[in-house]
């Protein structure tokens, strides 16, 4: 059969739309946000409920900002845990990335905290034996806590290609911020208290907030079956 399909026909490459769905949990994740979110500039923490983003579960992870420019993991899905190769809870969200790339994923995180922003991070995985070429995407959005502080965030981090040899570190390729003043904020639910690193009251899907060993929350991320 020739090879030449001739200049009035197209060859559809099949790539993109492999990536977009493989993406797809960001999209969903971001949706669910937007729809707690009903007009307010932030959603509140205990807004969240695990099963409005079922099918994204296993990518989702919850953050707290307990520092400028510094974040770390109270839950995640089981998809982290697969890429570090061990339970990621209490872990800073910038374990999940190269030495060189931390400075500018605790840049986007504080932003998303303090702007606030919506922040999407386009990443690639450090290559090497027993580790692939690894495509990922990262999206942070930013919660209040039951204080009216924003220092929680609601992150979703898909990858595209094979784990192999855990851990898998990103180097970050592009960031892309998007402020949230500039939307049409109907209403809010009280003032943006400064924020700062206080203890919260256990909520939906969280365990003790000093992250020390104990026992499991109540509801946790767990993984659902789901074919590639």
């Known amino acids: ?55 994204a579960l296993e990518f989702a992870f919850i953050a707290e900002r307990i520092a400028p420019g510094l974040g770390r993991v109270r839950i995640a899905g089981s998809h982290l845990t697969e890429l570090m190769g061990m339970e990621v809870r209490g872990m800073p969200v910038t374990t999940f990335f190269t030495a060189a790339a931390r400075a500018q994923v605790g840049e986007a995180l504080e932003e998303v905290c303090t702007g606030p922003a919506k922040a999407e991070l386009l990443l690639t995985g450090e290559t090497g034996f027993g580790k692939p070429p690894l495509e990922a995407r990262m999206l942070l959005l930013p919660l209040k806590s039951d204080l009216g502080d924003i220092s929680r965030v609601l992150g979703c981090l898909v990858t595209l290609g094979g784990i192999g040899r855990a851990p898998r570190r990103f180097d970050v390729s592009e960031v892309v911020m998007r402020p949230l003043l500039k939307d049409d904020v109907v209403i809010d639910d009280g003032p943006i208290a400064p924020a700062r690193h206080r203890p919260e009251p256990v909520g939906l899907s969280e365990a003790p907030a000093r992250f020390e060993p104990g026992p499991a929350p109540y509801l946790r991320l767990v993984k659902t079956d789901h074919s590639e």
């Open 1 to 55: 059969m020739p090879e030449d399909l001739g200049t009035d026909r197209k060859v559809v490459k099949m790539t993109h739309f492999a990536n977009a769905a493989r993406f797809q949990p960001l999209r969903e994740v971001d949706g669910y946000w937007e729809a707690i979110r009903g007009g307010r500039l932030v959603p509140r923490r205990s807004d969240v409920n695990p099963r409005g983003i079922e099918r």
